[in-house]
């Protein structure tokens, strides 16, 4: 991957990472309700679960790009089209940020799994992968590096977005409960999947 991809990659997974989806809502009610330290389970859990939905996905366009052209050029552009209705669904999104009431007996190994299931069994999570990531693999070098680097940038950008979530506390809610925060923030969001928009149809 080369570096102008990289520094496309990098603030692009970090303003998604940011918007509260659904793995930082998760992060910040179990942050607020049982402490940072006893959330990292799910924490951990969720990160497993995203490097196995980056790997697949990755390997699924490693796949594609071994058979005829059109065949990834086909999932570009319906990965495209995604994404652009991604970004004017952040646009235009008018939800406000809420925390739920999570258990407060829930045992570490069940933390993980939460984690684990709520990145796997998200079908949006899987759809996003799967629209954004052929604007940042290269058909000409090997797969193998290019998903060492992918699964770097998502895994520390998910975890620092998961930190700030479960250890903001009172600060956070404050801060996304006033809608032009989160209004602002998804807008940064909108953009950036614009930008990548254009690179997978480059």
Same mark, same amino acid.
């Given at each position: ?8 990659? #990098? ?17 910040? *009610? ?8 006893? *959330? ?18 990755? &390997? ?53 799994? &939460?984690?684990? *299931? ?9 759809? =996003?992968? #799967? ?5 940042? #693999? ?9 998903? *060492? ?6 895994? #520390?950008?998910? =975890? ?40 997978? &149809?480059?």
């Amino acid at each position: 991957m080369s570096e102008q991809l990289l520094l496309i990659l #990098i603030p692009t997974i970090a303003a998604v990472s940011l918007t509260p989806g659904m793995c930082m809502t998760l992060a910040f *009610t179990l942050g607020l309700s049982i402490g940072y330290r006893r *959330t990292l389970p799910m924490m951990l859990g969720e990160l497993l679960g995203v490097a196995l939905v980056v790997t697949t996905t990755v &390997l699924l366009l490693a796949w594609l790009l071994a058979l005829e052209p059109h065949y990834f050029q086909g999932l570009s552009l319906i990965g495209a089209g995604y994404l652009l209705w991604i970004a004017w669904q952040l646009w235009h999104a008018q939800e406000h940020f809420a925390a739920g009431d999570k258990s407060e007996t829930l045992r570490p190994w069940a933390l993980l799994l &939460l984690g684990f *299931t709520t990145a796997v069994m998200n079908p949006k999570g899987w759809a =996003f992968m #799967i629209a954004l990531l052929p604007g940042f #693999i290269v058909a000409t070098k090997p797969i193998a590096p290019q998903l *060492t680097v992918l699964l770097a940038v998502m895994m #520390i950008t998910e =975890f620092l977005s998961m930190s700030l979530y479960a250890s903001g506390g009172r600060w956070l809610r404050g801060l996304l409960k006033h809608d032009h925060n989160l209004l602002l923030l998804n807008r940064i969001a909108a953009v950036m999947m614009l930008c990548v928009t254009g690179l997978v &149809l480059i």
